[in-house]
Nanobody, 122 residues
Framework: QLQLVESGGGLVQPGGSLRLSCAAS????????IAWFRQGPGKEPEWVSC????????VYADSVKGRFTISRDNAKNTVYLLMNSLKPEDTGSYSC???????????????WGQGTQVTVST
């Protein structure tokens, strides 16, 4: 059974940093593109970033470009999201999910994790 588990969320001040982890079990992460999504309070889910399975191609939403970095460590079966220069509008529940190819379409993804909460506030 494919399963993804997120961790690393927390409370951070504006301008701070957090690193989220998305650990896979039940399957080898190598074969899948992994994306991060977030959902703020009262908002629709928002696609944040994606990393491909093969060549490590990465793509970012304009709202996080230059501040967030997605990476993968296939030996650890884990994908990371390093978030720098955090802003209050980055607050939300962050989830990872798998797909065959990178996509911005939430419907293309499966094996969703339970999410990890990120709160950016003074």
């Amino acid at each position: 059974q494919l399963q993804l588990v997120e961790s690393g969320g927390g409370l951070v001040q504006p301008g701070g940093s957090l690193r989220l982890s998305c650990a896979a079990s039940g399957f080898t992460l190598d074969y899948y593109a992994i994306a991060w999504f977030r959902q703020g309070p009262g908002k629709e889910p928002e696609w944040v970033s994606c990393i491909s399975s093969s060549d490590g191609f990465t793509v970012y939403a304009d709202s996080v470009k230059g501040r967030f970095t997605i990476s993968r460590d296939n030996a650890k079966n884990t994908v990371y999201l390093l978030m720098n220069s955090l802003k209050p509008e980055d607050t939300g529940s962050y989830s990872c999910a798998a797909a065959s190819l990178c996509s911005r379409n939430i419907g293309d993804f499966h094996s969703w994790g339970q999410g990890t909460q990120v709160t950016v506030s003074t």
